[in-house]
């Protein structure tokens, strides 16, 4: 991180709705403050992935929707990230922008789910406690995250599912 970056704090808000036949999840980078820029890249050789840097922090939200008439919320069984360092990419980095010593990271504990109806939409979503810190200073790692949630529906039906998307990730400015 250079001097005149300060760190920023984002949240991953992945959702799903209750009644998509697949099974990949919908996600934006959020900024935790509305001043501070957006890690998502649009454009350039990151375009589609993620651009952090050491220092910033990363939460994590998991939003379902679904009709109100048929869905009731979820529950979250389990949600693991997953980083990989880019094979491709000389020198090798550690597994993880987050840690340098493991890849896998066990986000269990999220909150309660809390819902609300808008617009003929039933809205819930789950945030976790935990924020994980980029301890690198550089480096290219695929990013997964996998959860599995119970959608629960309001005739009292439970259907367990799972989720996840895998976007590219990169720490620092001097790429490629």
Excluded: H
Excluded at 53 to 67: I, M
Excluded at 96 to 111: K, Y
Excluded at 137 to 148: A, D, E, L, N, R
Aim: proline share 9%; net charge negative; with cysteine.
């Amino acid at each position: 991180m250079s001097d005149t970056t300060l760190p920023c704090s984002y949240v991953l808000r992945v959702s799903f709705d209750a009644d998509q036949l697949g099974n990949q999840l919908v996600w934006a980078i959020t900024d935790a403050q509305p001043d501070e820029p957006n890690a998502f890249q649009r454009t350039g050789w990151a375009a589609g992935g993620l651009q952090f840097e050491q220092g910033d922090t990363l939460g994590f939200e998991v939003v379902g929707y679904g009709n109100p008439t048929t869905f009731a919320g979820f529950s979250i069984t389990d949600a693991t990230l997953i980083t990989l360092p880019a094979p491709y990419v000389r020198p090798l980095f550690s597994p993880s922008p987050f840690d340098c010593d493991q890849a896998t990271f066990d986000l269990d504990d999220f909150n309660p789910t809390s819902c609300v109806v808008a617009q003929d939409l039933k809205i819930c979503s789950a945030r976790s406690p935990e924020i994980l810190p980029v301890v690198e200073p550089q480096g290219i790692w695929k990013f997964s995250f996998v959860v599995t949630l119970q959608v629960l529906r309001v005739d009292g039906g439970v259907e367990t599912r799972g989720f996840n998307f895998d976007p590219m990730i990169a720490v620092g400015k001097d790429w490629p």
